[in-house]
């Protein structure tokens, strides 16, 4: 490939990468001077594009030209006025530059980092304006717009931990998104820990730490969601250890969300955990039916729907598990409505909701308790008793999880069979399960034959 035509192609994928105006603005006038696989040496106008490509869209060039080389170049820039653009062009050049120099990307467009050097956009719904704060958040909405307000000082790191569908994701994005709108220059990286994770092997694999590293420690404000997901990367977990302590004693903000408190993060290395309890520790608890309701009412809004009162209470009602299955159902009964072009009403609801709701086969607490105990040859007292043995954990959360599937028994009732054990407990065992399932093909395979043998045993 000749040169000139390596370069188009990496202006191709830089095209796929960025919004069209910084397109326009910052690529259009770039011109290859000496490009190959290995080095990309490309003339800009002048200095003003030279700092902006440098500070913002090196990690970007460098993905681009590896999308098409299958290598990642070392890029370096030079200003060439003279030899590559006419004097006019370059001074309309320089007018363009220095307006978007002074005017950062703007605000409502806030641009986030991935850790691979990508530009990442938050969802426009993730912000503090549409999260309804109850008793259950508090703690996290609080601290989450503190360490916009004063970042590193605060809670350093902020770790907010709780199960699927609570509003880890949003709170995080939210405060992103404030951050950026409050600093819109400062260099913000936003990931979620599977990605940092994938990124880093790769960079392992390529031989290309080093840049990998580079792009994480001049970072003022690092998010990283879902972190529980370190857990099974060990040589992840060291890097990200050296990344933490830089931006920490550089007194840069971190923010880490968790399917559970860091202590209880399987198989994380002690110094992490020590580390995550460093600042604060907070967590999401399913909300309550007041927050419930105004959620439902507030998503409504915002979908334009009217939502009849005895409606809107009936989904609070009934879906008591997280805010995503609450937003699923209201999705539905508003799906089931035009669909069947009636009106929003009580029936309709129901009806929109009943495969929700209608029993599966009866099963009882107890039948799970009873196929689980057999299977894991633990002792069924043992399951329902209140002390901790080891032993029993998993075989209990198994049983949590499949009572969570099989019977619509009440998070309180379940709890309550199994040693009195209150709702999150029963929560955590449920989505801890579910996320061991994920990557366990021993665990899928007992669970569904004891599935099975219910679902035969059932009446
Ligand atoms: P998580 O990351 O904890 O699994 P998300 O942040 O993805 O959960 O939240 C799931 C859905 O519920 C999202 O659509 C989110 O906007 C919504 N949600 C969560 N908490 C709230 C809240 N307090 N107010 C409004 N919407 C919420
Ligand atoms: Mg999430």
């Known amino acids: 490939m000749a040169h000139g035509d390596l370069w188009q192609s990496v202006l191709g994928e830089i095209e796929k990468r960025v919004r069209r105006q910084q397109f326009e603005t910052w690529f259009r006038s770039v011109r290859a001077a000496d490009v190959t696989p290995a080095r ?17 869209y090196i990690p970007v060039i460098k993905e681009s030209a590896e999308a098409v080389t299958g290598v990642a170049p070392e890029v370096a820039l030079a200003v060439d006025s003279q030899a590559a653009f006419s004097a006019e062009e370059a001074d309309e050049a320089e007018r363009d530059a220095a307006e978007a120099y002074e005017t950062p990307p703007p605000a409502n467009e806030p641009v986030a980092r991935l850790t691979s050097g990508a530009e990442y956009r938050f969802s426009p719904n993730n912000v503090f304006e549409t999260f309804v704060v109850g008793p259950a958040n508090r703690l996290c909405h609080a601290a989450a717009m503190a360490v916009v307000d004063a970042p590193g000082k605060a809670y350093n790191p902020l770790f907010i931990h709780g199960g699927v569908g ?29 990605e940092f994770v994938n990124d880093f092997v790769s960079a392992l694999q390529r031989g290309d730490v080093a840049a990998f590293r580079q792009r994480l420690r001049d970072v003022d404000f690092m998010v990283i969601d879902d972190i529980h997901f370190l857990a099974r990367a060990e ?26 408190a860091p202590a209880e993060i399987p198989s994380l290395e002690e110094r992490l955990v020590s580390r995550f309890k460093w600042g604060l520790v907070a967590r999401l608890d399913p909300p309550a039916y007041e927050t419930r309701l105004a959620i439902v009412n507030m998503k409504s809004d915002l979908r334009g729907v009217g939502m009849p009162k005895d409606v809107s209470e009936y989904i609070a009602r009934s879906i008591d598990t997280n805010i995503r299955e609450l937003e699923g159902a209201l999705t539905r009964v508003i799906g089931y409505a035009a669909l069947t072009n009636r009106p929003i009403g009580l029936p309709l609801a129901q009806e929109a909701l009943r495969d929700l709701m209608v029993a599966r086969p009866s099963v009882s607490i107890e039948d799970i308790a009873k196929v689980v105990s057999a299977r894991y040859n633990v002792k069924l007292s043992d399951l329902q008793g209140k002390r901790r043995l080891k032993s029993v954990a998993l075989p209990r959360q198994i049983c949590m999880h499949i009572a969570r599937r099989m019977t619509e028994y009440s998070l309180e009732e379940i709890g309550g069979f199994f040693g009195g054990r209150d709702h999150t407990t029963v929560l955590y065992a449920d989505d801890k399960v579910a996320q061991l399932v994920k990557r366990d093909t021993r665990l899928r395979a007992i669970l569904s034959e004891v599935e099975a043998e219910l679902t035969r045993n059932a009446r």
């Open 235 to 260: 040589r992840t977990q060291e890097e990200f250890f050296h990344t933490f302590n830089s931006l920490y004693n550089a007194h840069k903000q971190i923010t880490l969300s968790s399917d559970s």
């Open 40 to 56: 990309l040496c490309l003339a800009v106008p002048n200095r003003f594009y030279k700092d902006w490509l440098e500070t913002y």
């Open 166 to 194: 609570l509003g880890k994701t949003h709170l995080l994005q939210a405060a992103c998104r404030a951050y950026l709108a409050k600093n819109p220059r400062a260099r913000l990286v936003y990931t979620s820990c599977e």
